[in-house]
């Protein structure tokens, strides 16, 4: 099972993440031919109605992290109290948490697409070259949360085999992965505050 989901993990669409930059080139220079053009601020509707949803979004992936986060710790107990069959439920969970991850990745790269597909019709050019930077930052955030996702099922296997006495000397492998998903973790939460702050100086313009 653990081999599924992290097949589907690597499902999540590359080509949508690689689009999605090139809108941002494109749109890009569209705002280079208007920034020295004075004009009032305008967004499309679609791009502002499209924003609060992946904003929603991003804010189920940080939430889901958070989740992990605190069952690491419950199994991580649970090890050294010898309780593994409760331990392996908990791995279970983890996996609907990965699961649940995953669509949200999926989500938030459509979402995204089409914040890109829009910035070129903002305007003054200030504005749209904030909604760049906002965008590149949540489009890091799913590169860093795909990252965290593989080390996550890594850990999770090397758990669940250590639970069923498969693999021995696991606790240094353990420790690293904890270590490289905390790290990933504070990257996807740093990240979804810059997009939060940029969206913020945004609707200051």
Do not use: C, H, W
Not at 189 to 204: E, I, Y
């Amino acid at each position: 099972m653990l081999n599924m989901i992290k097949n589907l993990y690597f499902k999540i669409p590359r080509r949508m993440r690689i689009l999605i930059i090139f809108l941002l080139i494109v749109a890009a220079v569209g705002l280079i031919v208007k920034t020295f053009t004075p004009e009032t601020k305008n967004t499309p509707k679609e791009f502002l109605e499209t924003r609060q949803e992946a904003s929603l979004i991003a804010k189920n992936i940080i939430d889901i992290s958070g989740r992990t986060a605190e069952n690491i710790k419950k199994i991580s107990n649970l090890d050294k109290n010898k309780e593994y069959t409760e331990a392996l439920n908990l791995i279970s969970e983890e996996l609907n948490n990965n699961r649940e991850a995953r669509e949200n990745a999926i989500n938030l790269s459509a979402k995204l697409e089409i914040m890109a597909k829009n910035v070129s019709q903002i305007s003054p050019a200030t504005a749209g070259q904030i909604a760049i930077q906002a965008i590149t930052s949540e489009t890091a955030l799913i590169s860093r949360l795909i990252t965290y996702n593989d080390y996550l099922i890594k850990l999770l296997e090397i758990l669940q085999a250590k639970f069923l006495e498969k693999e021995k000397n696991a606790n240094d492998k353990i420790a690293d992965l904890i270590e490289k998903i905390n790290d990933e973790a504070r990257a996807i939460n740093d990240l979804n505050n810059n997009f939060n702050n940029l969206m913020t100086k945004f609707d200051k313009i």
